[in-house]
């Protein structure tokens, strides 16, 4: 179940509610009563890595393929944090 973000317009206190997403979206604030909630818009809490369905169809050019990207100019750069040596790891 996901996870939405309310604001109350009545004394501006948010907070998060787990729901279905069918679920009609809540009305009543739980701190002061009032029902002046609003649903936030906000961003997702996971991404999309590797290939698949979601890399091969909706990117195109050079967007496709980020995460080998990212792992080749961090090689490119001498690595840097874990693998790379310089954190004595190996």
């Known amino acids: 179940m996901p996870f939405y973000e309310y604001r109350c317009g009545a004394c501006k206190h948010e907070f998060e509610a787990m729901q279905k997403m069918s679920d009609a979206p809540l009305q009543n604030c739980p701190e002061c009563g009032e029902p002046e909630l609003v ?3 906000s961003a997702a809490g996971f991404r999309l890595k590797g290939g698949g369905w979601y890399e091969t169809d909706f990117k195109s050019g050079k967007k496709k393929n980020l995460v080998e990207s990212a792992k080749e100019k961090s090689a490119a750069a001498g690595g ?3 693998g790379g040596g310089k954190c004595g790891c190996g």
């Open 39 to 41: 649903k936030l818009v």
């Open 80 to 82: 840097g944090g874990c």
